[in-house]
């Protein structure tokens, strides 16, 4: 450890010598370059004293390093465990026994466990959510009534960015417990849209007219083909689905486009508008029975 530490500032003394760089970048790349050679030696080592669990250490590690999902809920509870370890041994540094404390401690524990249930039971909820992975950090979702993307997943609740920017943190407990819906899961989605026809218009001319114009539209997918057909009949007219098929980024430029398109492709093949219609018979209505018999 020491032998690397003055290597590196050996190596920042030479750059900052010749201009390459400010001295005080130098000394905090040299820092935490040391610090990061340090851990990784020190994870080696103990991979191979350790045998099994120093192996698990070291993928934790490399897993946490590469999974934003991981870093955030692993540093957290990292933190708290490293301080909770500090106090134990600055204690045991002066003299006060540790043994005694920690029964204290696990007492206290039992303690706030009682009276802070809703609190572990986010915490347990959590750690189900990092290690089942139903969605991780970046994830378009819905969950715990919440849609928006996920941009961390802590201790105790969720955070969720709303596609109207609002930054919505949300029980860890109230997640795990409703549905989850993670949009980008799939490769693809499905954008559904309606259009309503005249009962006048013919529905295969509709049908075909709107399945080449989706072909035109940007991001729309050729397979699956988008699906154009009669859904339901209402008094203004049939009502036709129009489904077109795109990947999750492009999932409301998709929608906004194919909006646009059936109404300028209705417009342009000069389709009435959908109106209800109604029959209204002229014959007279018969009298009451009591007017009959006076």
Known sequence: MAESTFALRRKADSIVADDQMPLGEVRVETEYGALDQCIALQLERLETQS????????????????????????????SVLLNIALVVAILGYFGVETTTFAALLAAGGVAIGVA????????????????????????????GGITGSVSEIGLFGTTINTPDNIRTIIGNNKIFSDTIQNFSANAYRRVDLTATINGAVDHHDAIRLLKTRLAAIPNVLGTPAPDVDVLQFTPAGPVLCVRPYCSNDNYWQVYFDTNRMIREAFGAAGYPAPMPA?????????PPPEAMSV
Do not use: E, Q
């Open 278 to 286: 109604f029959a209204i018979s002229g014959a007279a209505a018969a």
């Open 116 to 143: 802070w249930g809703g609190l572990l039971a986010n915490f347990a909820a959590g750690a189900f959510l990092v290690f089942l992975r139903p969605f991780k950090v970046g994830d378009f979702v819905t969950a």
């Open 51 to 78: 045998g099994g669990f120093g192996a698990f250490l070291v993928t934790a590690h490399d897993w946490a390093n590469r999974d934003a999902t991981h870093t955030s809920y692993m540093r957290t509870g990292l």
